[in-house]
């Protein structure tokens, strides 16, 4: 069993910067696709980032793109996701996703239990 667990969310003024964390368990961290992922009020869970098992391969959301930075470090079992220039709508909860493949952004099979991040205008 796979658990993944972040950190970091919080409140934070618009234009304002977070960084958020997924420590996960287990000895395969390094040999899997990894992800973030969100879910703001009244709406659907969506996809906000991915990177590949060795960190040489990132995709990103249009609405973060610019803005967000996914990064891992294998000795460490984390992922990280770096934030930038935020605005209100980026206001959800925010999950650590493992991915099931390298070369599909949009499949997981492990979910965290959220973090949230606030926004403020």
């Known amino acids: 069993q796979v658990q993944l667990v972040e950190s970091g969310g919080g409140l934070v003024q618009a234009g304002g910067s977070l960084r958020l964390s997924c420590v996960a368990s287990?000895?395969?961290?390094?040999?899997?696709?990894m992800g973030w992922c969100r879910q703001a009020p009244g709406k659907e869970r969506e996809f906000v980032a991915h990177?590949?098992?060795?960190?040489?391969?990132?995709y990103y959301a249009d609405s973060v793109k610019g803005r967000f930075t996914i990064s891992r470090d294998n000795a460490k079992n984390t992922v990280y996701l770096q934030m930038n220039s935020l605005k209100p709508e980026d206001t959800a909860v925010y999950y650590c996703?493992?991915?099931?493949?390298?070369?599909?952004?949009?499949?997981?099979?492990?979910w965290g239990q959220g973090t949230q991040v606030t926004v403020s205008s």
């Open positions: 287990g000895r395969t961290f390094s040999t899997y696709a």
């Open positions: 990177i590949s098992w060795s960190g040489g391969s990132t």
């Open positions: 996703v493992r991915g099931t493949s390298d070369s599909d952004p949009y499949e997981y099979d492990y």
